[in-house]
């Protein structure tokens, strides 16, 4: 009796296994951007044709091709995405990694994918949610509300300076935006490599794509991995705004924002207190 | 109160027991609680351990001042007199029970640019509640891998961090703005555990009878663990000797 009662555990138990090595090797996972509906399996044929030699054949980051790029290659093991809608530590959505996929990473190894079609991206997203058992335990988290965007004033502009200066963002991107702050030198990613700031004045394109709602998405999801964390929980949409509009007057561009300060600027330079250490930021009214 | 708690408590081991042993008819009787062990010792060390560097602030002039006089040392290995470690985790790492879920608040100070306590032990779903006393801006970082990694910036004057960590996981923590600051969360299963302090000593109570593995965890020398079989109401002296290395 008792033998039988453990030759049905160990039978059910090998069960278990096998339907989780079953589970494991189709990789039975979906994504979904829009109306379209991406699958892993095709997904992983994709992989191996273009994704493999750089974030590896296990997902890891460690493909043949890591050891000369730098920053290196995303690890997808860990589940952890700088471009996402979605609150820091939560996981991305689909459409977060579709649009990463598609825009590339600017300044690093990782180009647009554009020439895929979008069910062929689709079918990658899903496929990469397949390297890390987050994607079957935790849900994405749900995307940031970002309200419209107010009317670009000067004021806006200046209480967007005093952000600049209260948040310390120019400890790391620089009194003037140039990645130049006291901490650039020591930054590092989760994995303890030296990781750059963002430098405003070399007019790059931002990592996370290029619309002031994407700026605003940026500081107030976090980049996750690297040194940028979430200002969420400090900033009031307004004031998220008004730091967005400030921070386009650090590009080298002919923006509305860039055109309204310098305008300010010929008049009242001298109102300003100067950005960093012991600095008030403040400045104008 | 107690009676009914006891009662929950007995109910959770013999459904735990029933579910584990399947094939076993009729579990084993509950014990008779009261009757509770301990488990108690020293951590110390032999050989050479580093030593602790004092840490330039420089870049954070607040920090500089209010240390000013006794600078800061690295803590990753800390020593006391007689060769013992402080900031060593001392906890049942297999054979635990009578634990209780922690339902009280833990606290971690950001203070003069350190984490304050540098070891921070808590259980799955307890909160954490980060404050930043500096009178400037700090982002918490802390390295996880099995629970979600987040990084949040904390300015001067901002209200706590209210926060959990729902799996068992050793994360380090850092501050990506003062890249010396450096600290550890960790979570673990069990009540039974304990912090060692400068004088290395540790003391686990409550321990029903049975069979325990104590794991002994130390940041830069890792874990070692003993089997101890506690039988009544009696106290197990169990010591760790980590090897000291200086680098």
Redesign the interface.
Known sequence: M?SN??LV?LLSGLGVLLCAAGANSARAQTSHIGNLTGHAAPGSKLYQRYCVGCHGADGDGAGENAPWIDPKPRDFT?A?FKCRSTP???LPTDEDLFNAMTRGFVTTNMPQWLPLTRQNRADLVAYIKSFSP?WKT?KPGTPITIPAEPRLTIESILHGRQLYQ???CW??HGPKGHADG??AA???D?KDLPIRPYDFESGSRFMCGVTNQDLYKIFMT?L???????????LEPAGAWDLVHFLRTLQPFDTPEAALWKAWLASHAGELKPIG?GGGGGGGR | MRTHSIAVLATVLITGGLARSASIVGAAPPRPPGAAGTISGKVTYTGTPPKMKPIDMAKEPNCVTQHAGAPVLTENVVTGPGNTLRWVLVYISAGDQGSTPATETVRLDQKGCQYIPHVLVLQPNQPLDIYNDDPHSHNIHPLAKLNPEWNRSQPAGAPPIHTKWEQPEFIPVKCNVHPWMHGWHLVVTTSHYAVTGEDGAFTLSGLPAGKYTVTAWQEQFGAQSQDVTISGSETKPVNFVFKATPY
Do not use: I, Q
């Open positions: 008792k009662t453990r555990a860990l952890v820091t530590g939560t987050k935790l209260k948040m310390e400890k790391c006291p901490s020591t930054l590092t989760n976090g996750d991995g690297t040194p940028m964390p979430s200002f969420a929980d400090n250490p």
